[in-house]
């Protein structure tokens, strides 16, 4: 069974940074695509940045440029490093595969990141 776990979170101030991490039990995470997720109340799970198995990074245009995804494959976890933060940001951070031919892992926890103005 995979467990995705997601840390990281915090209280910035806008243009602060955060590095999130998620890590990963029961899977290896270097031979599957990895995104980074954020969702707010009442809206939809939005997909923020995704890195293949081979490095390639794909962002979201609100965060381009000010978001970096990353993959430490001995650690088995994969990361999140969130510059210039804006108050839209704001909201839950969630790890999960990207696949488009395989259903999603069960959810983690997420953590939370609040960006005040």
């Known amino acids: 069974q995979v467990q995705l776990v997601e840390s990281g979170g915090d209280l910035v101030q806008a243009g602060g940074s955060l590095r999130l991490s998620c890590t990963a039990s029961g899977i290896i995470l270097s031979i599957n695509t990895m995104a980074w997720y954020r969702q707010t109340p009442g809206k939809q799970r939005e997909l923020v940045a995704a890195?293949?198995?081979?490095?390639?990074?794909n962002y979201a245009d609100s965060v381009k440029g000010r978001f970096t995804i990353s993959r430490d494959n001995a650690k088995n976890t994969v990361y999140l490093q969130m510059n210039s933060l804006k108050p839209e940001d704001t909201a839950v951070y969630f790890c999960n595969r990207r696949n488009l031919y395989a259903p999603l892992w069960t959810w983690g926890q997420g953590t939370q990141v609040t960006v005040s103005s």
């Open positions: 890195i293949t198995s081979g490095g390639s990074t």
